[in-house]
């Protein structure tokens, strides 16, 4: 039940934000993890040129030997909102969390970094 109202007070954290013109003004990728004991939920946050982005996050995932339980997406104007479910595999319970989390925040934020530099020259 808990999960469930985290879970819905994301969506509404989202909204709202779209509503206040947040989401959509910006174009840099954004990525939030939320834990609940061996599961995990992590919402991405791009624009429509950053859906490589999606991708890099199942692989990292899977590199880290977590197992995705679910996965969908939906685009809002020039904004697509990618949430992933996962657990930590019988086979690895030893997996770090929080390492993971600095992992996929570090991937996006080089990411968004990159296409800075890029957009500068």
């Keep these: 039940m808990k999960e469930k109202k985290e879970s819905l007070l994301g969506?509404?954290?989202?909204?709202t934000s779209m509503n206040n013109g947040m989401a959509g003004a910006?174009?840099?990728?954004?990525?939030?993890?939320?834990?609940?004991?061996?599961?995990?939920?992590?919402?991405?946050?791009t624009g429509l040129d950053h859906q490589f982005m999606f991708n890099r996050v199942i692989r990292?995932?899977?590199?880290?030997?977590?197992e995705i339980l679910n996965a969908?997406?939906?685009?809002?104007?020039?904004?697509?909102?990618?949430?992933?479910?996962?657990?930590?595999?019988?086979y690895a319970p030893s997996?770090?969390?929080?390492?993971?989390?600095?992992?996929?925040?570090k991937c996006v934020q080089d990411n968004a970094q990159r296409r800075l530099l890029t957009l500068d020259f």
């Design 11 to 15: 969506i509404e954290k989202l909204n």
């Design 26 to 45: 910006s174009n840099s990728p954004e990525i939030e993890i939320h834990q609940n004991g061996s599961a995990f939920q992590v919402i991405l946050i």
């Design 60 to 66: 990292l995932l899977h590199e880290d030997g977590v």
């Design 72 to 90: 969908s997406f939906s685009v809002l104007e020039d904004t697509a909102f990618h949430s992933i479910h996962c657990k930590v595999g019988d």
């Design 95 to 105: 997996l770090d969390s929080a390492r993971i989390s600095e992992k996929l925040r």
